[in-house]
């Protein structure tokens, strides 16, 4: 695809197919190429990067509400006793200021006690820690219900054939908390593929109640190179393919 600038009395003609750029006066009838063979170690945002961006985010909500389908179709396939992880109901303390908030300090001890229970994987959390609107958010999308979460990570648990979660680090700041972890699992699909990744979430908490209102996941890794881990066979399986 070939994109068109035009400044003053240039028309600069960007050919993405020869990888070269075109100096096309306005008036009379020169014309001057250059070629390009590296790549711009700093290049500057161009309709081809934006819809490649739009690409990849496509994708990616593609593939988040194809995983939450995906949980919600294995759920039937779960026995009655592993329909639902079980609730985690912990009695809050409050503020000792009168004013009905809860301790925040009681807030994040329990996110801290949900992380060795691996909830993102599990849906093993502490209910009353959150708000019942609290809005979740990830790099593919976001959305609103406490119960929707709970189901969706019970859902993902039972896509996964082994796991480990651990709360690297935890900082507190004015409005929220932000909880530092690292991850890896081993999906039970059948080439085994294998998903590692650091990161950390944001843990805002409501004026009001105290509890958590906001909860917002960052990975640091490209969102894309997560997606493709999913599609990458583990080690070892093109070994056990051929021998069987």
Known sequence: MSSVLSFASISLHL???????IFRPATGRRICTFRCNGKNPNPNPNPTNRDSESDQKALLKIAWYGSELLGIAASFLRSP???????????????????????????VETIKEDFQQSYFVTGNLTLNAYEEDCEFADPAGSFKGLRRFKRNCTNFGSLIKKSNMKLMKWEDFEDKGIGHWRFSCILSFPWKPILSATGYTEYYFDAQSGRVCRHVEHWNVPKMALLKQIFRPSRGFWGKTMGS
């Open 81 to 107: 006793s592993k329909l639902e992880a079980p609730d985690r109901v912990r009695e809050l303390e409050l503020a000792g200021d009168g004013s009905g908030v809860v301790d925040r300090s009681q807030v």
């Open 15 to 21: 050919d993405s197919r020869r990888r070269c750029v």
